[in-house]
């Protein structure tokens, strides 16, 4: 109930920190292993403080997910020239490589909003859907996909094609176990939505 | 440690009927609401035999769900006569049907996998394997499509696509807010395969 003052930006910044590091912490990590005790390491600053910005696990758990949907939903926001094909072409592109570079905590993610983490379950449907919006929002005019309630069911689930592509190559890719290559990746995945379009809204 | 008799089989065959009561009770209900409990007022008999069969409630469920992996692998078995896109559409026909009429458990079923439960999650795998695998062993010159590292990511993403559109159907459906009807989710489930392999496997 203290009035603001100056030294009232300093906390968020400081937060707001905190939460990049979360997220670059995330990156090689499940969300299991990104504990209140490795941040206070990595940050150099203690525990107790980090419970006064974030109360409890779960809490810093559920805003380092939410940073990490914003950081996803900004690096794939579309070019804003070209046609919706190569806009989408370069969307995809950005979500690949978000994806495999930030490996283990989006499959932490996953398996957490799966599971029946419903703060986490909700981050991953709002990202999903912003995602999924975007196809729509970038082609106005239905070059690429016309808006009708078949064709989102066909991008809701061509969206969970994408996800399975990225996360089978990228583990078979850091288990050796893969003969397929990032180019050829991102190749079936660009080329998938407007096959399906194409064949499937007739 | 004693001989066998006569009687042998017929605990078999009581457990086997108790799993298709279990498998029947699941269509409807998620694995939490299938409890011991459930089963033997539903079957009449006690609680304490449904523990002798089947151990405990983990492995109740575990293999509840692996007799209903079993009768899905069984009912989605493609003809014997037809080319292999005309058997694949069978199949997939088959799959649509199954899971719908399964809905409840089929859902809890994948939320388990997915959550970290490793029992349910091997089961799954190891469904998804095969219904996978068939769609290379039906069609063995690679008339719909060719036995390639990449072909077989891209039938893993495929696999993906599938499940959450009839999950996503389903679950609007029953929710009254779809106008896809079922008709037109089955040329979608059956198109998409063609459509991806003709464009992406080029």
Redesign the interface.
Known sequence: MTAPTRSRLAPDERRSQLLDLGVRLLATRSLDELSIDLLAEEAGISRGLLYHYFGNKHAFHEAVVRRAADDLIAQTAPPADGDPIERLQVSLAAYVDYVLANFEGYVSL???A???NEALRAIYEEVRGVLSERIFLEDPDGELIADT??NR??V??????????VI??GTDQRAGR???TKD??L??IV??L???I???AG
Chains 1, 2 share one sequence.
Request: charge should be negative; hydrophobic fraction near 45%.
């Open positions: 996953l398996k957490g799966a599971g029946g309630p078949r069911l066909v809701r689930g061509w969206s969970a094609m994408i996800e399975e592509l089978t190559w893969t003969d397929v050829e990746l190749e079936v080329s998938s407007p096959a399906l194409g064949d499937a």
